[in-house]
């Protein structure tokens, strides 16, 4: 596992993790909504 924390995340991988993030939470209609209701975008 040392290994493993040692390495660097390299930007693309760290963007396609954000990216993947983004769409399963959207997915959720109560996430959805408690963000809206806060001001923040779906976009």
């Known amino acids: 596992m040392d290994a493993l ?3 660097k995340l390299t930007p ?3 963007q396609l993790t954000q990216d993947a993030c983004l769409k399963a ?3 959720k209609r109560a996430l ?3 963000l ?3 001001g923040i975008s779906d976009n």
């Open 32 to 34: 959805r909504t408690f």
């Open 12 to 14: 693309n991988f760290i």
């Open 25 to 27: 939470f959207w997915r």
């Open 5 to 7: 924390m040692s390495k």
């Open 36 to 38: 809206k209701q806060h």
